[in-house]
């Protein structure tokens, strides 16, 4: 098992410092590492702001949902991640929420591009089709074309996590959307766009978690774990990040009996 903290496409994040000199912010970012790194870019550009304030009036009111005590399945010999390893990856992760924090009033003043249309907050298939694009809803192979600029259509490809989209997200919109994709996971394998929005999400929920969030965040990490069962090989490419939503569960929401032991 690689100890070093890896990016999540294919690898997952870095715990050093990045450069962010060569960062173009006109193009979406291909993974987490550049998605990091055009948080702080785009930070570094922003004067210091007041932490936006939610208003508990305007969340959404749901059924209050029972979480499952059942823990996380147990990771095959070599799959999990050090006790280090899961703490870098939590301090890392505390830094980004902290800068988005930081700079959301921002980035919620910034107005979209004209093609960056976001769905209603109830529209469960708009949001799906938004974060991770029709060709991955509709099960629709990419071209090896498409790979080499996956930003041209993003209808097809998915938009990607910016700052200027995730920061005009309200609480109830953020576990809805949480919600959604955890249900298409549900169903379906782990892609990369599903992990960035996933990393997103969670780094713009807010603590103490509502009933609702923090049943959808167990059932994310035991998502995880079951996938990473099936796993037959340490080298294959989800699972750092499978790894990654499991540590920030179980580690940095506190979910301690879902957490990986060394």
Not at 63 to 82: D, E, H, K, R
Not at 90 to 110: D, G, I, L, T, Y
Not at 112 to 136: A, H, I, S, Y
Request: with cysteine; charged share 25%; hydrophobic share 35%.
């Amino acid at each position: 098992m690689k100890s070093a903290a890896e990016e999540l496409m294919p690898r997952l994040l870095p715990v050093e410092s990045y450069d962010t000199e060569d960062i173009d912010p006109s193009q979406p970012p291909r993974n987490p590492q550049e998605y990091l790194r055009q948080v702080q870019k785009e930070a570094s550009l922003c004067p210091d702001v007041v932490v936006a304030q939610i208003d508990p009036k305007k969340l959404k009111k749901k059924q209050t949902v029972n979480a499952s005590i059942s823990g996380c399945l147990s990771a095959p010999q070599g799959f999990s991640p050090s006790l280090t390893w899961q703490q870098q990856q939590v301090s890392k992760f505390s830094e980004v929420r902290q800068s988005v924090n930081k700079h959301r009033q921002h980035w919620e003043a910034q107005f979209l591009d004209d093609n960056v249309v976001m769905p209603k907050t109830e529209d469960e298939d708009g949001w799906k089709r938004f974060c991770l694009g029709e060709n991955v809803c509709l099960g629709i192979q990419q071209k090896e074309d498409d790979n080499v600029n996956p930003g041209l259509d993003y209808v097809k490809t998915g938009f990607p996590p910016l700052l200027s989209i995730v920061s005009k997200l309200n609480q109830s919109t953020v576990s809805s959307v949480l919600e959604y994709l955890i249900s298409w996971f549900e169903e379906r394998d782990f892609v990369p766009l599903l992990g960035r929005w996933l990393y997103a999400l969670l780094a713009c929920l807010e603590k103490p978690l509502l009933p609702e969030a923090h049943s959808l965040i167990r059932q994310l990490a035991r998502r995880c774990s079951a996938v990473r069962a099936n796993l037959e090989s340490e080298d294959d490419d989800r699972l750092s990040a499978l790894n990654l939503m499991i540590c920030i569960v179980a580690r940095y929401f506190e979910q301690s009996d879902l957490a990986d032991k060394e």
